[in-house]
């Protein structure tokens, strides 16, 4: 099980116990938010892309949406998701509980600046009801292959 390598992969780093589990499903921004009672911005949603067929991962705020036209100019190739068969096979999690902890070799992690204008977010942990609450700090410490700090989403207006 997805969460159960998370938790292994957050023992080494002595945090496994912030790891939150809820009775309800956490797989959407909407259901997280419900979840966890605070708003949907703040759940970190974890996006799966390929470039260059490669798997990568870009983790964004939940009111956030790629931009085409920054990410093109960024990754210099369109975006084009993994599709939901391919996810659990690539990154290592199945749809809805991905996250950029304990992912597969290979996967790079990019994190979205749209993450830094929160004190706290909530990333998921492997499975469809769980999360952790982190700082963007402790976000880039403990994403798995982590890259860089990237601008590739637009906000609401």
Known sequence: MSIENVRAYFKGYDIEDKILEFPVSSATVELAAQALNTDGCRIAKTLSFSVNDSPILIVTAGDAKIDNKKYKA????????????????????????????????????????????????????????????????????????????????????
């Open 74 to 157: 960024f990754f210099g190739a369109k975006a084009k998701m993994l599709s939901f068969d391919e996810v659990e096979e690539k990154i290592g999690h199945a749809v809805g509980g991905v996250c950029p902890f304990a992912i597969n070799d290979g996967v790079k992690v990019y994190l979205d600046d749209s993450i830094k204008r929160f004190e706290t977010v909530f990333p998921a942990c492997g499975s469809s009801n769980s999360a952790i609450e982190l700082t963007p700090e402790e976000l880039e410490k403990y994403s798995s292959s982590f890259i860089e700090w990237i601008d590739v989403c637009k906000l609401p207006e």
